[in-house]
């Protein structure tokens, strides 16, 4: 690990300024994650700004009738709030089987969302990387890709997204709030806040440079029922080879988003359509164009059938 300076943030703005002013800085609440690269010198920040005092540690109703979820609220709080265990069912599930209790007593919401790719060509600095390194190129890629995208990629890079909570996040139709260096507040839809790979891997999302999560906002509940399934090599502490999350309502409607199969949470809100004529036509409309290789074209029977569970297990109650 390389030196690096530290301060503690006194407020979200203040944060966020020294954030811009101060090259090449880091927030750090949890560290799950971020001190796991940096151990590796994957992340080399030349400073860290301490999140933890900033009092965004609540889980609040909103005006409306959802939930504001603070940055700071960590994974295993808001997995047992009751509020979401009555009313989004699927964010808990997901939560659940995310990491370990341990890293989920630890990790934020802010931080999850953020985390960085499990592709242990990323992780192994001895291999080319275009999100490690820009430019090096891409060892998955002709390489062992079996963990790796079936959609969304591209020449450049075929990683996933790791996170449970973020594809719960995605099929709930969430909103991030940030506050950014100049005190300015906005909010970015879930579905716009994670990016596609293109021809810039290394950018994971659409925070500008200093910019802080403050809140994760819930809508109203829709109800239905609302499920996560997780399909992995061993019962924990493993990431996803798919995910399905799912809100199914009667009748056999609802929406659905992948984890596993794409550089963000996967969803495809047009192909939500023919959720109700059955698993593999919707599968195919969720896949449509999909590009697999030896090693993860199982990924794309795994959804079908997957999808064919839940909406089965929808069918009997």
Known sequence: MKAFTYERATSPAQAAATAARIPNSRFVAGGT?????????????????????????????????????????????????????????????????????????????????????????????????????????????GGFSRLHAIVGQSDMCIATHPSDMAVAMRVLDAQVETVNPSGATRIIPIADFHRLPGKTPHIDHNLQPGELITAVTLPPPVGGMQVYRKVRDRASYAFALVSVAAIVQPGGTGRVALGGVAHKPWRVEAAEAAMGRGAQGFAAALLAGARTTEDNAFKVPLVERTIASILADANKG
């Open 33 to 141: 994650n971020l001190l796991d690269l940096m151990k590796l010198q994957i992340e080399t920040p030349s400073h860290l700004i301490d999140v933890n005092d900033l009092a965004l540690d609540r889980i609040e109703a909103t005006p409306n009738g959802g939930l504001r979820i603070g940055a700071l609220v960590r994974n295993a709080d808001l997995a047992s709030d009751a509020r979401v265990r009555r009313d989004y069912g699927v964010l808990t599930r997901a939560l659940v089987a995310g990491a370990s209790g341990q890293l989920r007593n630890q990790a934020t919401t802010a931080g999850n969302l953020l985390q960085r790719t499990r592709c242990p060509y990323f992780y192994d600095t001895n291999q080319p990387c275009n999100k490690r390194k820009p430019g090096s190129g891409c060892g998955a890629i």
